[in-house]
């Protein structure tokens, strides 16, 4: 799917390719069920990627694109929540809002509690390495302790 290629290109540092793949005008028929909620959650997950590796002003235009898909994603979408929040935090915590990053963890952290997944642990990582970066900030430091001590769940049950 072309936004899982922007993402890619993202993750390489590759900013313009990323955002140019982070077009939707010629989505393939089978791509429907990838709604418009969905894509802007992606849109907003490429620019945090951005922020994290190449320009930290990218986290300015991903925290709407995420906030907005946040606001929209239904309570069954839970894994989808958590890793837009996870994108969130980060991009507040880059923007320099150590606060917010750490209300967002908190919503993170009780959201993603229900999951049976390693995933979400696995995408704190980096949100972890940049809090542990800012260690001199008390919140940032109590933020990278919660994520650190956050259990990996069994994911047989």
Not at 64 to 72: I, T
Not at 98 to 126: C, F, G, I, Q, Y
């Amino acid at each position: 799917m072309i936004t899982n290629q922007a993402w890619t290109s993202a993750e390489m540092g590759q900013a313009d390719d990323a955002m140019t793949r982070a077009d939707r005008t010629d989505l393939p028929p089978w791509a429907v069920f990838f709604d418009d909620i969905d894509f802007g959650a992606m849109i907003g997950t490429v620019q945090a990627t951005l922020a994290r590796l190449v320009d930290a002003r990218y986290a300015q235009s991903a925290i709407p694109a995420l906030s907005d898909a946040l606001a929209a994603y239904p309570d069954e979408m839970a894994r989808s929540t958590t890793f837009s929040l996870i994108s969130l935090a980060t991009c507040h915590l880059l923007a320099g809002d150590a606060d917010e990053a750490n209300s967002v963890v908190s919503l993170v952290l009780d959201v993603s509690r229900t999951l049976r997944s390693v995933r979400p642990r696995d995408r704190m990582r980096p949100l972890k390495a940049e809090a542990d970066r800012r260690r001199g900030n008390v919140v940032l430091r109590d933020m990278a302790a919660r994520i650190g001590a956050f259990p990996v769940p069994d994911p047989t049950g």
